[in-house]
């Protein structure tokens, strides 16, 4: 089965995007299929609202595991199955938390593995007044490794928020030739074309 | 200076380790792949463009077959040195391939005739190299004329490879008003029209294929090699069980591996048609693996040891399935 990857810093909003995108292609109940750095496979059954709770949180590394879910999309007269699977969230430096170190070379590893890469960013923060940091390094660096090893595209998420249009702009005259679709997990906005985007790809 | 990685293994391992930050792990990724050097996708994954398989290794993997594995380490000797003499310009007997197969069903005929393809690919002998396999059905037509129209299209879409009839014997089973007699002359004729471009194996029980070769004069002088597959035996049946679960990552428990063992002497004790037949050995195999999942999923709790466990309850299950 085809693993399309989402990949990004922390709480630009992966999860959340997973949990939306399940919801928006008629899931109302999911099965997260989780694996740990250390190997193990576990799955959990939830309905979506009760995922949402449970997993989306304002606190950065929330996710400290590979979790996706099997998703089909109607392609033709038939559907296509694939995988969705949402990553710990990727930092420049090195972490002082081995648990989320081991997550991030997990996250790292499972890019090699994936056929499509969807590249996450936090298009509010980025075009926020206050933020001055712009694209950080690791993101860039994610975009040069990325586009070599899968079908590589950005979603910059959180497009409902005000000051995302700027960011926006930001990622697209920072990251040439490539899709960059804005979306935001929260309205659902901008899915169909990804959901077409992705359903070209797996 | 930063060492060198050989590897994308030690990348993640020292990124987790915390000897990497992510920036710098991400740079070493891009070097080692610029360099080009090696992936670390397991080799069980399999890469398309690497060098070809070599058939014959394929070939002397299979469990038991040995003069078959003989007979075609001479035919790979004859086809090399044959093209030497032409380079010398010595006498060249003229390459006839074409092969009868007799053995019961799941002994190995089409495993074999489909590795044979690849030899002779490999060989430069074929095109192509694959494998078309046909029956009765595929061949005779309805009405007159029908017959020969069917049997070339057959032809046409083996030509570069290999056209496997199946059941042979089963053309020349209605007497002479039957169409199967029209699909051999139209092999026949097949055979000396693009003799280079095609061989011809006819496969069945080991008793019809002799009696339809006899009752068929000029089939025997046209197909000079044949090839004959024994039954397995109890010992060959269990070492390919035991290839074929090793393959899929999985493994055998004690008990299972005796239960397995058990079924198959029972098998074998009785004279039971299907003793020696290494595809149902290969069903009972996949069922287990199928049922080993049913059991896993159901006590919805497991880890990397017990995911590639079969135990003598999966034995069991798939050999009462079966029946």
């Known amino acids: ?202 | 200076m930063r060492p060198a990685y050989t590897n994308s293994r030690q990348i993640y391992q020292e990124l987790a380790k915390g000897n990497l930050g992510t920036v710098e792990a991400l740079h070493a990724l891009r070097l080692l792949q610029a360099n080009g050097s090696v992936s670390t996708l397991p080799a069980s994954a399999g890469d398309p463009t690497g060098k070809p398989n070599n058939a014959l290794e394929e070939l002397n993997k299979l469990i038991g077959l040995e003069a078959v594995k003989k007979l075609v380490e001479e035919i790979q000797a004859f086809v090399q040195i044959r093209r030497y003499r032409q380079e010398y310009g010595l006498k060249a007997e003229p390459l006839v391939l074409h092969m009868i197969f007799k053995g019961n069903p799941g002994t190995g005929k089409t495993t074999v005739a489909r590795i044979l393809g690849a030899l002779f690919k490999e060989l430069g002998v074929l095109s192509k190299g694959h494998l078309i396999e046909v029956e009765r059905a595929d061949l005779v037509g309805e009405y007159i004329g029908h017959t020969a129209q069917r049997t070339r299209e057959q032809v046409k879409k083996a030509l570069g490879g290999i056209l496997f009839i199946d059941e042979a014997y089963s053309l020349a089973r209605g007497g002479e008003k039957d169409f199967g007699k029209e699909a051999i002359d139209t092999l026949v004729k097949a055979m000396e029209d693009h003799k280079d471009e095609l061989i011809l194996i006819l496969a069945g029980y080991r008793r019809e294929m002799e009696k339809f070769v006899q009752s068929n004069p000029g089939l025997s002088s046209r197909f000079p090699i044949i090839l004959e597959f024994p039954d397995y035996n109890l010992t060959e049946l269990m070492e390919i069980a035991k290839l074929m679960v090793k393959e899929r990552e999985y493994r055998l428990s004690e008990a299972a591996e005796k239960c397995l063992y058990n079924l198959l002497k029972n098998q074998v004790d009785n004279y039971d048609e299907n003793r020696g037949n290494a595809r149902l050995v290969r069903n009972l195999v996949e069922r287990s693996i199928r049922r080993q999942a049913v059991r896993l999923t159901r006590a919805g709790q497991f880890d990397r040891n017990s995911l590639t466990v079969l135990t003598e309850a999966d034995i069991l299950a798939a050999a009462e399935g079966a029946e």
Do not use: W
């Open chain 1, 1 to 202: 089965m085809n693993k399309c990857l989402i990949v990004g810093r922390p709480n630009v909003g992966k999860t959340a995007f997973l949990l939306s995108f399940s919801r928006y292609l008629g899931l109302k109940d999911i099965e997260i299929k989780v694996r740990t750095s250390d190997g193990s496979i576990h799955s959990r059954k939830r309905r979506l609202e009760d995922a949402y709770s449970e997993l989306v949180q304002s606190s950065p590394h929330t996710t400290q595991e590979l979790q996706s879910v099997v998703l089909k999309l109607p392609v033709g007269k038939g559907y296509r199955v694939f995988e969705l699977v949402d990553s710990a969230g990727l930092i420049d430096g090195v972490h002082a938390n081995p648990v989320i170190r081991a997550a991030i070379a997990q996250t790292i590893e499972a890019i090699a593995a994936a056929s499509v890469v969807a590249h996450m960013f936090d298009a509010a923060l980025l075009g926020s007044a206050g933020y001055s940091e712009g694209i950080g390094q690791v993101d860039r660096d994610l975009f040069e490794y990325a586009k070599l090893q899968a079908d590589y595209f950005i979603l910059a998420n959180k497009m409902d928020l005000s000051g995302a249009e700027r960011g926006l702009e930001l990622i697209r005259s920072t990251f040439h030739q490539v899709p960059v679709f804005p979306v935001s997990a929260k309205t659902m906005e901008g899915f169909k074309e990804v959901k077409r985007h992705v359903s070209r790809l797996v």
